[in-house]
């Protein structure tokens, strides 16, 4: 059977199939990231399906994806140019597993980047240039592409929604925790690189009613590591940033309002970090619920603590008529969501 047959297969489903079930099933498929039906549909093979397309546009529509709506229905769609270099960046992906030094594949990058690739477009799977050399600890090209054409290493590809740190994190006992904990390090000190997020662990789907997908929630890249005493300095790097120990000091310090508690985490996020406030650095996911940080039992007494000495007192806060000074803030708002969310 040809890939052509077999990219087809799905299309049979939607093509002969009516009616809002179907329609709610491959919703969910979009949303929840299922990866029989996604791979499918946000391949670029429907693009070419012209008289089919239109029941995709109208899911991805309904799952709020507006760059694939554009692209399959043509409003304002890649030309020609572009999609010729996506197709390069495509192949230069499967291209650059084969290179074996990390200066090597820096020639080969920028060879491709002069033949017009697009450096930072990911394959059928979900892969890119910059998740491959993170997985392999090619510190040269990581550097060079993060610092030359602003690749996003949080990028999740198709099938787990694994990042490249969190398959580094898998591979730490080939690769050697001090090659490992170094790309740790680079990636942490990268303003942009997100180690809260989660992968799709379990989330294959069980179909109830034939129109409802369940789903897990995944791991993040500290959560997936096995035996830190094993590896050490890939648990340092790996550890949260500031620490729960910085935090729970900062919110049991007494005679603070709400407000002055706020502001007191976001100057405690951009010590640590260089001067960049931004919430994913406050990685309050890792700090109550990796086992790595603790037993059960600490755990539980830290996600008493968040919720004793910040949650009840902000939460309180938002219901109450304040003054100008006291009243909650867009940023306190967006820290309050943070740590209910994460905790």
């Excluded at 499918?40 to 239109?54: F, G, I, K």
């Excluded at 769609?77 to 499967?94: I, Y």
């Excluded at 620490?243 to 310090?253: A, D, M, V």
């Excluded at 109450?320 to 309050?336: F, G, M, R």
Aim: net charge positive; aromatic share 10%; charged share 30%.
């Amino acid at each position: 059977m040809t890939i052509r047959k077999i990219l087809g297969i799905p299309w049979l489903i939607v093509l002969f199939l009516n009616g809002d079930t179907l329609v709610d099933l491959l919703e969910q498929c979009i949303k929840d990231n299922y990866f029989f039906m996604t791979w499918w549909l946000e391949s670029d093979y429907n693009a070419q399906l012209y008289y089919r397309s239109d029941r995709a546009v109208f899911i991805f529509a309904r799952a709020r994806r507006a760059k694939k709506v554009s692209m399959l229905s043509g409003v304002d769609g890649p030309d020609k140019e572009t999609r010729a270099r996506r197709k390069l960046s495509k192949s230069m992906v499967r291209d650059f597993r084969r290179e074996r030094r990390d200066l090597e594949a820096l020639e080969f990058l920028k060879a491709c980047y002069e033949e017009g690739a697009d450096l930072s477009w990911p394959d059928t799977y979900g892969n890119t240039v910059l998740s491959v050399a993170i997985r392999r600890c090619y510190e040269q090209c990581v550097k060079w592409l993060l610092k030359h054409h602003d690749a996003d290493p949080n990028r999740q590809d198709h099938y787990e929604g694994n990042t490249g740190m969190r398959i580094l994190v898998q591979r730490i006992g080939k690769l050697g925790d001090g090659t490992a904990a170094a790309m740790l390090r680079l990636l942490l000190n990268n303003n942009a690189s997100d180690f809260t997020t989660l992968n799709f662990h379990g989330d294959r789907g069980i179909i109830k009613n034939f129109n409802k997908l369940t789903k897990e929630r995944g791991h993040t890249p500290y959560m997936m590591l096995r035996n830190p005493s094993k590896f050490p300095d890939s648990a340092n790097a790996l550890k949260p940033r500031p620490s729960f120990q910085q935090l729970e000091k900062l919110l049991k310090t007494e005679n603070k309002s709400a407000r002055q508690k706020c502001d007191d985490v976001y100057k405690l996020i951009s010590e640590s970090h260089n001067g960049d406030r931004s919430l994913h650095h406050l990685r309050v996911m890792d700090m109550l619920f990796c086992a790595n940080e603790g037993t059960n039992e600490d755990l539980e007494l830290r996600r008493t603590t968040i919720f004793n000495h910040f949650l009840k007192q902000v939460l309180l806060l938002s219901t109450q008529d304040s003054s100008e000074e006291e009243k909650l803030t867009h940023d306190d708002v967006a820290l309050l969501w943070w740590m209910y969310y994460q905790s």
